[in-house]
T-cell receptor, first 113, second 114 residues
Framework: AAGVIQSPRHLIKEKRETATLKCYPI?????VYWYQQGPGQDPQFLIS???????DKGSIPDRFSAQQFSDYHSELNMSSLELGDSALYFC????????????FGQGTRLTVV | AQSVTQLGSHVSVSEGALVLLRCNYS??????LFWYVQYPNQGLQLLLK??????LVKGINGFEAEFKKSETSFHLTKPSAHMSDAAEYFC????????????FGTGTRLQVFP
C-alpha cells in the first residue's frame, strides 16, 4: 500500500539559509499535518491543512510557512534557519471522511550547521 | 486543554518479562488515545488506538492498552518482552479521531536486556 512520502530524507543547511521540505500524502487523503521532533523530544504539532486550506496552527515560527497544493502535496518552507531548527520533521496524512487515524511519513532530518 | 503524561522516560526489562509503559491523560472531553512506536531514525508507527469502543485495546506486536476513565490512564502492556521491542514509545491524545492534531507525551525509551 502507498504510504506518506517525504523528501528529502536528510538535509543539511547552514545558518540563515532556507529549506523546503515536501510531503506527498497517501492518495485520496485530503488532510496533512506537520510535526517537528527535536533531539530527544516528543513530536510537536506545527500546522495542518485540509483541502488546501490551513486548518490548524501550532507552535510554528514566523520564519516558517507551509501550503497544500491542488494535488494535496504539502511543502514546509523554512527561512533564516537557526541551529535550533535541527530536528526530524514529520508529515502525516488522513482522509477526513474516513474513520481512520493519520498515517506518518518517515520524516525529514534537517541539520543546521 | 489536552495533555498526556508519560511516567518514566526510561524503562528497562529483561527479555520475556512484562512490559508496562504508563500514560495518563488530561482532557475536558472524552479523548481519543494512541500509542506510537519509533525505532531509531525511523518514523512513527501506530501500535494501537482507543476510540471509545472497547476499553481494552489490542494492537500490533502483542501490545495492548486499557482505557481507565476513573484513573485517566491508558497504560501500554505486553506480557513478554522481546529484544525487538526496544524503541521509543509515545502516548498521544486527540480531541477528535478524524480531524484534530495529536498531542504527544514526552516518550518512554524501552530497553530490553537478554
Amino acid at each position: 500500500a502507498a504510504g506518506v512520502i517525504q523528501s528529502p530524507r536528510h538535509l543539511i543547511k547552514e545558518k540563515r539559509e532556507t529549506a523546503t521540505l515536501k510531503c506527498y500524502p497517501i492518495p485520496r487523503h485530503d488532510t496533512v499535518y506537520w510535526y517537528q521532533q527535536g533531539p530527544g523530544q516528543d513530536p510537536q504539532f506545527l500546522i495542518s491543512f485540509y483541502e488546501k486550506m490551513q486548518s490548524d496552527k501550532g507552535s510554528i515560527p514566523d520564519r516558517f510557512s507551509a501550503q497544500q497544493f491542488s494535488d494535496y502535496h504539502s511543502e514546509l518552507n523554512m527561512s533564516s534557519l537557526e541551529l535550533g531548527d535541527s530536528a526530524l520533521y514529520f508529515c502525516a496524512s488522513k482522509d477526513r471522511d474516513m474513520n481512520t487515524e493519520a498515517f506518518f511519513g518517515q520524516g525529514t532530518r534537517l541539520t543546521v550547521v | 486543554a489536552q495533555s498526556v503524561t508519560q511516567l518514566g522516560s526510561h524503562v528497562s526489562v529483561s527479555e520475556g518479562a512484562l512490559v508496562l509503559l504508563r500514560c495518563n491523560y488530561s482532557s475536558s472531553v472524552p479523548p481519543y488515545l494512541f500509542w506510537y512506536v519509533q525505532y531509531p531514525n525511523q518514523g512513527l508507527q501506530l501500535l494501537l488506538k482507543y476510540t471509545s469502543a472497547a476499553t481494552l485495546v489490542k494492537g500490533i506486536n502483542g501490545f495492548e492498552a486499557e482505557f481507565k476513565k476513573s484513573e485517566t490512564s491508558f497504560h501500554l502492556t505486553k506480557p513478554s518482552a522481546h529484544m525487538s521491542d526496544a524503541a521509543e514509545y509515545f502516548c498521544a491524545v486527540s480531541l477528535s479521531y478524524n480531524t484534530d492534531k495529536l498531542i504527544f507525551g514526552t516518550g518512554t525509551r524501552l530497553q530490553v536486556f537478554p
